[in-house]
């Protein structure tokens, strides 16, 4: 992993479950906020948006099939010594 990575849903996602409905996922959608008033953020760390259906394989492949939900930010490891 090259540096920090915050993945969230794509805005305006159908839940299969009801079609024809659209959504937004509140927590990302406060996060989109704040990406757009503080624009320089996005360029220092990687900003991932991701389709609301399962398995999300970016997540699944950096934390495991269990941790799935978004938003979530994944932290750059650090080397020891650091």
């Known amino acids: 992993m090259s540096g920090d990575r915050l993945f969230l849903l794509k805005p305006g996602f159908e839940d ?16 989109e906020g704040l990406l757009a008033s503080f624009p320089g953020l996005a360029t220092q760390i990687e900003v ?15 934390l495991g099939d269990q941790h799935q939900s978004l938003p979530v930010l994944v932290l750059r490891r650090q080397p020891a010594g650091a």
């Open 16 to 31: 299969p479950e009801q079609p024809g409905r659209f959504f937004v996922c509140p927590h990302c959608n406060a996060i």
């Open 48 to 62: 991932h948006r991701l389709p609301f259906a399962r398995p999300r394989t970016a997540i699944v492949e950096l």
